[in-house]
């Protein structure tokens, strides 16, 4: 049992140390918003956090040399953290929008495939 204790411990050090950059990131963009509540302070730092956290487990799986430097993969999640809370409404906002207008784009697709019969011209 206390083995099981150590690498509970162990393991929950290491996923905090992870999240530390992304962390920070997102605690040094919000030294630069005004105006904010305790609520809205703890929304930023989560999404801020959150969003780099799995941005950087992302980069690292995609990066085309095989294995990145750890320290520059903390720069990016840091740097991520930064920038997520102000991003993630716009590309939330952009991809609904992408979304609400597909089926009108399928069926003018879908519409130019067909021929134009001799009462429509």
């Known amino acids: 049992m206390e083995k099981y ?4 411990f162990y393991s929950a050090i290491a996923f905090l140390i992870g999240l530390t950059p992304a962390a920070l990131g ?3 963009s919000l030294s630069y918003e005004k105006g904010l509540t305790w609520a809205e302070r703890f929304t930023q730092l ?9 941005a ?4 690292a ?3 085309p040399w095989g294995t990145i430097n750890p320290f520059v993969l903390q720069a ?13 409404p716009k590309f939330i906002a ?9 089926p009108a784009q399928i069926r003018d697709r879908a519409i130019s495939w067909f021929p134009k019969r001799k009462d429509d011209a």
Do not use: P, Q
């Open 46 to 54: 989560a999404v801020g956090t959150v969003v780099s956290y799995f």
């Open 56 to 59: 950087g487990g992302f980069i």
């Open 26 to 28: 997102a605690a040094v």
């Open 5 to 8: 204790l150590h690498e509970l």
């Open 94 to 102: 952009s991809c609904s929008d992408a979304v609400a207008s597909l």
């Open 61 to 63: 799986a995609v990066w």
């Open 76 to 88: 990016i999640t840091f740097t991520i953290g930064m920038i997520a809370f102000k991003a993630t």
